[in-house]
């Protein structure tokens, strides 16, 4: 096992050498080694778990004393995560990290999943920013001309790795591509974990798309044994999981219990969430996405519930994000800087202690919202939120929400999800489409929308019902026009292509394929490791 040969198939040169270090890869070789094969039975596990009924979800009964012990608590935050009243997120892409960086929020989320296309430059390029930004070497002239430098304040950074589905298939042991979340993980701990200690922060993460306890009992050990092998005190590190599938919903106490002497709390990553949701109710059509807002009884249960139960275990409540952009229109961006306003009072007066802006131009809409509540405070943990209960009939209550699809809605679904796979697979993993920001999350709800209108044969405003034929059509229809106004050079073309390509498969499937990402990846971006036909083979393919 341990004398399996490790291949780099990627470029290993320049600055990618840097990162890349023998030392490094040998750092990330262990921790597969150690991990590789629980990841695999993780992956299985979720297989076989999505045979159940999802409408018949509940809490486990096997982990009720957990949820009943009122005595345990996560450790006390660590300082600079104390106060987390606005985070951004975002790429780390040079110049995006710069302006990050300088943007005022009280953290930076560095996002290796739902923001980033993980092109082999995308990832070490990325890992190669963080570095240079904590040494102080962060700069870049963009071609117009300006400079971008780092100010003297930094906010404290947290690093998202991809989640536990996808692979890393530019390094192999074995023949066999390692974990993309502990490549992310393992290169940033490699390289930042001391530049961060010798700053008085530390190695922060954002753990994201968990499934289930088990989940999080897997990235605990991998803390564990990674700050052993690095000789960090145990405890150094810190996550803050997402709750952004259904049936992580059912298991907050369990993660923050399994990860409790590393967490920083949970966030409420809702645009996943809702695409769980979609995904893994083929008993219940949902309305186009501007219905499903945060205050639809499902949603609003669960983030209730979140709320409860970090306050309770004297954990942080991290709100989401508000998917709108900035226009440059006035109106526009007053309606965009309104819509975040309102989310975040939401927020703030349910009991979250911080929440996520997409744009440095939304930062201070943020902060004034929360500075207005907490004042002086760092949070509001105080607020045990004891009023509030949730069932699972609650969690799963989807069906007082009446289905009306519109052929705009449709349109608008086929046309995100064209233009979002066409800009991933050209290495951009967010976007701005008609104001609003699109990352894997959103379109993935986009596409799953569309293959549940498909197979449900959702009834139009227009007299027929949704198809796989009418879809076909509107992505063809699209595509016309972006030719015929010269929209598409070659590449975009190629890229395109492709993207309806991936999208019909996706759209036809008998079962609600899991990722779009992770099909996208084998097909397009692994460096030959396959063509597989469906998703399904994609995913056993990972
Ligand atoms: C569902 C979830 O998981 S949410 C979390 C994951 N998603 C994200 O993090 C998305 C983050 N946001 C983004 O990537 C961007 O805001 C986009 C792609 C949506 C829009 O970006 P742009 O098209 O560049 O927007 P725009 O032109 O208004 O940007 C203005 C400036 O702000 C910068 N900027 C915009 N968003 C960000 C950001 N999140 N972080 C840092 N800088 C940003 C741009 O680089 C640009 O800089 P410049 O003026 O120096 O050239
Ligand atoms: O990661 C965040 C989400 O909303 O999805
Ligand atoms: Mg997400």
């Known amino acids: 096992m341990g004398g399996e040969e490790v291949t780099i198939t990627g470029t290993t040169d320049g600055r990618y050498s840097e ?67 606005v985070e951004i997120t975002g790429p780390p892409e040079r110049k995006m990290t710069i302006n990050a960086l300088n943007s005022g929020a009280k953290v930076w ?17 990325g890992q190669a920013n963080l570095r240079d930004a904590l040494d102080g070497k962060l700069d870049y002239t963009a071609p117009d001309g300006r400079e971008y430098k780092v100010g003297a304040d930094l906010p404290t950074i947290m690093v998202r790795p991809r989640g536990w589905h996808l692979p890393e298939a530019h390094l192999r042991v074995g023949g066999r591509p390692v974990s993309a979340s502990l490549f992310d ?8 974990a001391q530049r961060q200690l010798d700053r008085g922060s530390g190695p922060y993460f954002y753990l994201p798309k968990l499934e289930s306890h088990l989940e999080a009992r897997l990235w605990n050990d991998v803390f ?43 966030n409420a990553g809702r645009w996943d969430y809702l695409f769980s949701m979609i995904k893994n109710r083929p008993d219940v059509v949902l309305p186009e996405r501007s219905q499903v807002t945060m205050t639809a009884p499902f949603m609003r249960a669960y983030t209730e519930l979140l709320v409860r139960t970090c306050h309770r275990r004297g954990a942080h409540a991290i709100g989401g994000m508000a998917a709108v952009v900035p226009s440059r229109d006035p109106v526009a961006a007053k309606r965009a800087l309104n819509q975040v306003r309102q989310d975040k009072r939401r927020e703030v007066g349910d009991g979250f202690d911080g929440s996520w802006v ?76 008609g104001g ?23 009834p139009t405003d227009y007299g027929v019902p949704v198809s796989a034929a009418l879809v076909t059509r509107m992505l063809r229809e699209e595509l016309d026009v972006l030719s015929e106004t010269g929209a598409l050079d070659e590449d975009s073309a190629r890229r ?22 992770l099909p996208a990846y084998l097909r397009h971006m692994s460096g030959g490791s396959g063509t597989p036909a469906t998703t399904e083979q994609a995913t056993v393919a990972a």
């Open 109 to 125: 989320m560095a996002d290796f999943e739902d923001a980033t296309s993980p092109t082999w430059e995308n990832v070490v390029l």
């Open 358 to 433: 997409a744009h440095p131009g939304l930062v201070a809409t943020c902060r004034e919202v929360f500075d207005q509540w907490l004042g002086a405070e760092p949070h509001q943990i105080v607020r045990k939120r004891d009023d509030v209960r949730v069932t699972a009939t609650d969690l799963l209550d989807v069906k007082t929400l009446g289905v009306q699809v519109t052929e705009v809605a449709l349109r608008n679904n086929s046309s995100v999800a064209l233009r979002y796979i066409a800009a991933w697979l050209g290495g951009r993993g967010a976007v701005a489409l």
């Open 496 to 517: 395109f292509g492709q993207a309806r390509t991936l999208l019909t498969v996706l759209l036809t499937e008998r079962t609600c394929p899991e990722f779009l990402t």
């Open 19 to 85: 990162i890349l270090t023998p030392e490094a890869i040998a750092f990330v070789v262990a921790l597969d080694r150690e991990f590789g094969a629980r990841r695999v039975q993780i992956l299985e596990r979720r297989r076989r778990r999505r045979t159940t009924r999802t409408s018949e979800l509940d809490f486990l009964p096997s982990t009720s004393a957990v949820r009943e012990d009122s005595s345990w608590q996560v450790a006390p935050a660590a300082p600079d995560l104390t106060d987390r009243r």
């Open 436 to 458: 609003l920001m699109e990352d894997a999350a959103t379109a993935e709800i986009c596409r799953a929308q569309l293959w549940q209108w498909i197979h449900a044969g959702t």
């Open 185 to 192: 993980f393992g290169l940033y701990l490699f390289h930042c």
């Open 224 to 266: 564990v044994f990674a700050q052993e092998q690095l000789g960090i005190p145990r405890g150094t590190i810190r996550a803050t999981v997402l709750i952004e599938t259904i049936t992580a919903a059912f298991e907050m106490d369990e993660i923050l219990y399994e990860l409790r002497e590393h967490s920083a709390g949970l």
